[in-house]
């Protein structure tokens, strides 16, 4: 396995994290735990640092700016932007643990 291999697992599993993580956050809204917070923080800034060691690969064609969302389980969705979490309805055919973009109006 190469170095960037092993960069891409790593940032990976801390995808994963996060994304539990902030699935949490959702649930618990203005009552989430501070560890909760303070884990998203930390592993939001181990991505980043992971992500500049990588070589970087040519920017992808960007149809506007979007939000990137999760759905969850139970219909609920995860809107992430900025590193907030904030819950939702899902209306629509949707693959649950799926994300997807969608563009702001």
């Known amino acids: 396995m190469t170095d960037t ?5 790593l940032v990976r599993t801390h995808r994963r994290r996060l994304a539990k993580l902030r699935e949490q956050a959702a649930l618990f809204g203005a ?3 501070p560890h909760i917070l303070l ?3 930390d592993i939001t800034a181990q991505i980043a640092e992971l992500e500049g060691e990588m ?5 992808a064609p960007k149809s506007g700016s ?5 759905v969850i389980g139970d219909g609920n969705v995860i809107a992430t ?4 979490a904030i819950g939702g309805d899902v209306k629509g ?12 109006d």
Not at 55 to 59: L, R, Y
Not at 66 to 70: A, D, F, K, M, S
Not at 93 to 104: L, P, R, S, W
């Open 5 to 9: 291999e092993s960069t891409q697992r």
């Open 31 to 33: 009552s989430t735990p």
């Open 39 to 41: 884990e998203i923080e």
């Open 55 to 59: 070589p970087a690969d040519p920017p």
């Open 66 to 70: 979007g939000t990137t969302i999760t």
């Open 81 to 84: 932007d900025g590193g907030i």
């Open 93 to 104: 055919d949707v693959e649950v643990g799926k994300e997807i973009g969608v563009e702001n």
